[in-house]
């Protein structure tokens, strides 16, 4: 079987826009901390692709102590042993800079190597609904929930001059 790791960033729109009719099932790991916005995308995402996500609610350790290594821990500790232990044999995962993880569960990264414009063309161009954080300014949307916004004006100018602001 299938499955489609969500965490409700650019990369995981452009995933469900290539395999969401491919896959038994689009899992989202919920730690229960995530801004608002990212559960409105998941209801967004789910009408507008067709999928009904399986959500495995977690309980996780201390966030802060964890924040730069924080999807490496979802997808370890949470992700790959529950697709392990339901009989799942592949996941498409939205990362883009993977470190290989030893796993029965086969990952692929088919966004790997491609760049943030690459894949806001995509999504513009294909019309794909996308997590409103990002016209908020925030650069990390999903597994890594950040306050952080990119520094100066370039990545709101790159959403202003695709149409989005």
Known sequence: M???WFVGDKETTLLLHLYAREVDAVVFVDPGFYPPQIYDYLIEAERHFGFKATRVEVE?????GRREDWCRYLREDFLLPY???TGFSLVYEPLRNPEPTPSPVKEVFP???LSDFEIW???KENGLPFCSLYLEGKKYVGCSP???K???KTYTQ???????L
């Open 150 to 152: 990119r520094k100066g």
């Open 60 to 64: 996780t350790e201390d966030f802060e």
């Open 83 to 85: 697709l392990s232990s």
């Open 121 to 123: 063309r995509a999504i």
């Open 111 to 113: 966004l790997k190597g």
């Open 158 to 164: 790159a959403l202003k001059n695709m149409g989005y």
């Open 146 to 148: 950040s306050e952080e």
């Open 2 to 4: 299938k499955a489609l």
